[in-house]
């Protein structure tokens, strides 16, 4: 019998909650002077972006401004790097990992092993993937044009995204699974004019997969079951199912209100202070 591991499952919630709960555990868990496993698996009740905790206004050029305002698309920052992503039909992931349960503190070490457990997860739903091997280096402002290293991709084309986040004594690493893509509204919020949309489109076609492009009968439930079974595999975890520690959802309530854009013309969220 592995160590326990808290499993959270949440199900849909708004993209700034997302954000600020998995910052709050990786915040808490960080401070711990025992930090123990989570893995948290959730989804998102309306299609939000996310932005990576260091990109600027500079690097969302591609934006289109005009568009988000109208459709009140909300926009929020991440507690990890990386690129723009647009979250909608997902199901996605965060683990917040003490460093012994990986064979050193490097990206690559930690991100690999939690790549394996992926690829575990997708092994049991009958999908092959592969697991990167290299940075491809395509856009500075959004994530599913081109694969990073450890990130996951089937017949060529990119299916999960990752992004990570290192502290003292755990890393954080989430990730989203995309059931489907909607290109429609990808190139209509990072495209500004149709020659652009249409662009984006091809690039987009071209580079990435949702889970049912693979196999549309696989269902969010077998997914769940499946992911959760991967990190046990390969962690030797005993997934244990419970509610937040009050410290986290304190936190959490104390951060979400500053992670959403609300003035595109300003950017005004560049730097956010936990404490």
Not at 68 to 85: H, N, Q
Not at 260 to 272: N, T
Request: charged share 30%; aromatic share 8%.
């Amino acid at each position: 019998m592995g160590e326990n591991c808290s499993l959270i499952l949440d199900g849909k919630m708004k993209g700034k909650l997302n954000m600020a709960r998995d910052w709050a555990m990786f915040d808490v868990m960080d401070g711990s002077s025992e930090p123990s496993p989570i893995l948290r698996i959730y989804s998102w009740i309306e299609p939000t972006v996310s932005i990576g905790l260091f990109q600027k206004k500079r690097h969302l050029q591609r934006v289109n401004f005009e568009f988000v305002s109208s459709t009140d698309i909300p926009f929020v920052k991440r507690p990890t790097g990386g690129r723009a992503v647009l979250h909608d039909l997902e199901i996605s992931y965060s683990v917040v990992f003490p460093y012994r349960f990986f064979e050193n503190k490097s990206v690559k070490s930690t991100s690999f092993k939690i790549a394996k457990a992926l690829r575990r997860a997708l092994e049991r739903i009958g999908i092959p993937s592969e697991i990167n091997t290299a940075n491809e280096r395509y856009d500075e402002t959004l994530c599913y044009i081109s694969t990073a290293l450890n990130e996951i991709k089937v017949e060529g084309k990119k299916l999960i995204a990752n992004a990570q986040r290192k502290g003292k004594k755990v890393i954080l690493q989430h990730g989203s699974i995309p059931l489907k893509l909607d290109l429609d509204l990808y190139t209509k919020i990072f495209a500004r004019d149709e020659s652009e949309r249409q662009k984006l489109k091809y690039i987009m076609e071209s580079k990435t997969v949702s889970l049912w492009d693979l196999d549309p009968h696989v269902s969010e439930k077998n997914l769940i079951e499946a992911i959760i079974m991967g990190f046990e595999e390969i962690f030797g975890l005993n997934m244990v199912e419970t509610e937040l520690d009050e410290e986290i959802v304190n936190l959490e309530m104390k951060i979400v209100d500053n992670l959403e854009y609300r003035d595109w013309r300003v950017c005004h969220h560049e730097h956010i202070d936990l404490r």
